[in-house]
């Protein structure tokens, strides 16, 4: 049982629905053929009691005139008629005299005149004392049965003068024929409903489990599942499932843009403490590398003031040790994105300078530059950091889009805030690459040392923004929006 019970509702619901259908139709056929059958035995006591009635008003005459033939015409015709008109037929009538002995029987061989009733058989027995007692004043039946028979009995009376009784005798084998009829009738009534409500309970059992599997199956899955996926699976109805399937969608998208903000979150502390950690390494290092680049300096100065020339040995070692401080001294410079003092607005024309800076390099790989820029004020904004963020992004995309490729530029004002979009067509991300996009030293800058974006992100965040990259339509795009702030000046 527990097993059952444990079932899917998609197999438990039409299951127990077919259950109840089979039961109820068993039942109420059951009733209507039990109804049946005692309206049927209801009915024969009817015709019986109408008939022994008639036949003892018919058959009060030919008694009286002892004519023995004519009432045995009388009772035979009602045989006969009874047959005809395809009603219930009594087995056997018979009319016996005040002494119980039998005068008249339809089948006198089986029944022979002049033997008392109780003597026929011991079913007989039970009608002698009913007899006995039945009114003679009026019209008066009794009814009776036993194993096999019913019995139905009426004085031939007139005037109070009782002359006999007539006994209307029905074999019980006699209803079985016509309440098969009716039985084969409500079996096959019975068997066309269930071929009719058994299929429609199974596709609405099946269509009512659907949307409770549905959003188990998603409930199963609810940290992967997306806000996305749960519009496929829509209820359009607005009954208890429909509500259901309402409050798991809002709770799914509350879920869904939890995770996104968790992830953002720890994306922006990572990236804080990367930031952080870059920025006290490079003050670290600066020191002793402006002491040694100074020393290298001042070796040079001294050995010029003495008119001391290096061996060419000498000179080339320390110039190779001068390159490479310097590099390590612009390296670290990158890290040290410190806001500025703006000082002053950003111009329409600092976009087509930056147009300008980046056409040779687009026109290096065959680009097409679409370039669109609504800008036609100035905005409160640090002019010399957001161009900065934008030749980032521009040559970003230009080094990352394919030969001939495109690269989209969208520059608009929107909500008191600037927004810049980069889009180019350059091979496709995976999303571990993505979650390290913005990291110093970034594994996939091909040319430089992949702080381009490093330094974007902290420009970003120092001034109030939010940077974000996607793919979409087979582009990697880069968002960014700004908010305007107050005009300051040191």
């Not at 003068?161 to 409500?186: C, E, M, Q």
């Not at 993505?434 to 330094?455: D, I, R």
């Not at 970003?460 to 939010?466: E, I």
């Amino acid at each position: 049982m527990k097993r059952i019970l444990d079932l899917s509702y998609r197999t438990k619901i039409p299951l127990w629905g077919s259950l109840l259908i089979i039961l109820a139709t068993l039942v109420v056929s059951g009733s209507l053929m039990f109804k049946a059958y005692d309206d049927m035995r209801e009915d024969l006591f009817v015709r019986s009691s109408g008939l022994a009635y008639r036949l003892a008003e018919s058959l009060f005459q030919p008694l009286m005139e002892d004519d023995t033939w004519q009432a045995f015409e009388i009772i035979s015709k009602a045989l006969d008629v009874a047959n005809t008109r395809d009603i219930l037929q009594p087995n056997t009538i018979l009319i016996i005299d005040n002494e119980l002995k039998v005068m008249i029987a339809t089948d006198p061989m089986l029944i022979p005149r002049g033997t008392r009733v109780d003597q026929l058989t011991p079913e007989y027995g039970v009608l002698v004392e009913q007899i006995q007692k039945l009114d003679v004043s009026g019209r008066t039946t009794y009814e009776t049965q036993d194993k096999k028979n019913y019995y139905v009995t009426a004085p031939v009376v007139n005037e109070g003068y009782r002359l006999g009784t007539v006994i209307v005798v029905n074999a019980k084998d006699s209803l079985w024929p016509r309440f098969v009829r009716i039985a084969s009738h409500g079996a096959l009534t019975g068997l066309l409903v269930l071929a009719i409500l058994l299929p429609a309970n199974w596709y609405w059992g099946m269509r009512l489990s659907r949307p409770l599997v549905l959003i188990t199956e998603r409930m199963t899955t609810l940290s992967s599942a997306t806000a996305e996926e749960m519009k496929n699976v829509s209820y359009p109805y607005h009954d208890e499932v429909g509500q259901l399937f309402e409050a798991y969608q809002h709770m799914q998208i509350e879920q869904s843009n939890k995770q996104a903000l968790e992830k953002q979150v720890v994306h922006s502390e990572r990236l804080a403490a990367v930031g952080h950690l870059a920025a006290g390494v490079a003050h670290e290092i600066n020191n002793p590398l402006g002491g040694m680049l100074t020393a290298i300096d001042t070796l040079r100065s001294v050995g010029s003031k003495n008119n001391r020339a290096f061996d060419s040995q000498t000179a080339k070692t320390i110039s190779l040790i001068e390159r490479g401080l310097t590099q390590i001294k612009e390296t670290v410079s990158a890290l040290l994105v410190e806001a500025r003092v703006r000082t002053r607005d950003l111009e329409p024309q600092d976009f087509e300078d930056i147009r300008s800076l980046v056409v040779p390099q687009a026109q290096s790989k065959q680009l097409l530059l679409d370039w669109r820029s609504s800008l036609a004020r100035s905005l409160p904004l640090q002019a010399n950091q957001v161009r900065q963020i934008l030749i980032n992004l521009l040559l970003n995309a230009i080094h990352a889009a394919n030969l001939r490729g495109t690269v989209i530029c969208v520059i608009e004002e929107r909500n008191q805030k600037l927004h810049l979009q980069v889009e180019n067509d350059g091979k496709q991300l995976s999303s571990e690459q993505m979650s390290h996009l913005f990291e110093p030293f970034s594994p996939l800058s091909k040319t430089g040392h992949g702080l381009g974006l490093w330094v974007t992100y902290q420009i970003v965040q120092q001034l109030g923004g939010d940077i974000r990259v996607e793919q979409h339509n087979g582009n990697i795009v880069f968002s960014v929006s700004l908010p305007f702030v107050e005009n300051t000046t040191a």
